[in-house]
């Protein structure tokens, strides 16, 4: 069971102190869960959309009403932690710091996974920090970026983000000089990992293992190169048939890309709109039913529009057992996941392939059939081209090719 991080829980009791609630013990615990439900299956505990989900686990578990009820109250008590936004000026604990990190990054659109990292390492450098948070300068981040490597032995992925998330801390929240870090001790890669492609006949082969739930979903994002959770978040706004395009928007950095629809699943993908429709107009008549969720951007009376449609909803609604109102969520990573394992253990490949392997094997085949990497990097949507030349070395590994004097070559006059 998770720990509750030392921050979380001197605000949490405090809070119980306020309200003087009884079986203190209890709210406590239902704390505990919940965090570690987060932590496990990727949900962000400051929005309430994520308790539903946590509450539907309950329910499924076989938990009563009344403590289903009572895990709701312990949680409303918890989210003003996220939501202080303590001012500059203020940052008088580690408390502070955290609630103001976590407001700044929430301001700036931030992805849930940055804001999990950069939480998760300033709650081990302010405990790494004895001092007082005045205390704090450039080489407190100095010793504690240098303790990383030479007594924990952090791997040199991990130990850039605890690098990035300390230069975010210093700039954003302490407002403090980073210093000069060039001269820390510096975790070594072992070099840098080829990405993992499947052959053509393996692709066929791992997609016509995957339950026919979900090959949709897995041929799509293979046939547009997506990344899982770019699949996860189509709707059906982004599908544009006339046009023969689809749409990735907001994605990994902030960016937006158009690509080309696979004219193989156009009929499949046109079905499978109209069971999205059919559905939603069905749920209508449930009159807690009020639509999709959206992002933060959009006003909530466009819930039940169906161009916000998911693309792939979750078979199950998500119920807010406060208001009682049910809204439908897009299918979840994990449930992706397990059949894509049970698929690559049916095939029995030797290969470590993970869902990701359909986009580096995408940008390969487009590769090998003459597409320039310009164009590639467009539609993986890569802001440096240094990242899409990694496929060209693959390319060579793959299908190698002896260099030859331009006189050997027969050329079409």
């Known amino acids: 069971m998770l720990h509750v991080p030392e921050d979380i829980e001197r605000f949490y009791r405090e809070q119980l102190q306020t309200v003087k609630k009884e079986n203190q013990v209890a709210y406590v615990k239902w704390i505990r869960f919940y965090l570690d439900f987060c932590q496990k299956y990727r949900f962000t505990p400051y929005e309430k959309s994520s308790f539903s989900h946590f509450s539907q686990k309950l329910h499924e578990k076989g938990q009563p009403v009344a403590a289903i009820e009572e895990a709701y109250q312990a949680i409303m008590l918890l989210l003003p932690f996220y939501q202080s936004g303590v001012t500059d000026g203020e940052l008088s604990n580690s408390t502070d710091v955290v609630q103001r990190l976590v407001a700044v990054i929430r301001e700036r659109n931030y992805s849930p996974r940055t804001l999990e990292a950069y939480v998760k390492w300033t709650r081990k450098f302010l405990k790494f920090h004895t001092g007082s948070i005045a205390e704090i300068c450039d080489a407190t981040a100095r010793q504690f970026l240098n303790n990383l490597v030479v007594v924990e032995n952090v791997s040199p992925s991990a130990h850039n983000q605890a690098f990035n998330a300390l230069l975010f801390l210093f700039r954003h929240i302490l407002r403090k000089d980073f210093g000069d870090q060039k001269g820390n001790v510096r975790a070594k890669y072992p070099g840098k990992k080829m990405p993992v492609v499947l052959s053509v006949h393996e692709l066929h082969a791992l997609l016509a293992a995957i339950s026919p739930e979900l090959n949709l979903s897995f041929s799509l994002m293979y046939g547009c190169g997506l990344r899982l959770n770019e699949l996860l978040e189509l709707r059906l706004k982004d599908l544009d048939f006339e046009n023969n395009t689809v749409t990735i928007e907001q994605s990994k950095g902030q960016k937006s890309?158009?690509?080309?629809?696979?004219?193989?699943?156009?009929e499949r993908l046109q079905m499978q709109v109209l069971t999205v429709r059919s559905r939603h107009v069905k749920l209508q008549e449930k009159s807690s039913y009020k639509g999709v969720f959206l992002p933060k951007s959009i006003?909530?009376?466009?819930?039940?529009?169906?161009?916000?449609?998911?693309?792939?909803?979750?078979?199950g609604l998500v119920e807010n057992s406060a208001t009682k109102v049910m809204k439908q969520y897009h299918f979840?990573?994990?449930?992706?996941?397990?059949?894509?394992?049970?698929?690559?253990?049916?095939?029995?490949?030797?290969?470590?392939?993970?869902?990701?392997?359909?986009?580096?094997?995408?940008?390969?085949?487009?590769?090998m059939n003459g597409f320039d990497i310009r164009t590639i990097q467009e539609l993986l949507g890569h802001s440096n081209i240094e990242t899409t030349m990694i496929y060209l070395h693959i390319l060579k590994e793959i299908s190698p090719k002896q260099p030859i004097s331009p006189l050997d070559i027969v050329w079409n006059h």
């Open 257 to 266: 890309r158009v690509v080309p629809l696979p004219q193989i699943l156009k």
């Open 332 to 367: 979840h990573h994990t449930f992706l996941g397990k059949e894509f394992r049970r698929a690559v253990m049916q095939c029995k490949f030797v290969k470590r392939i993970t869902p990701h392997s359909l986009r580096h094997s995408y940008a390969t085949h487009l590769l």
């Open 299 to 315: 006003g909530e009376s466009e819930s039940m529009s169906e161009r916000w449609l998911w693309l792939f909803p979750a078979s």
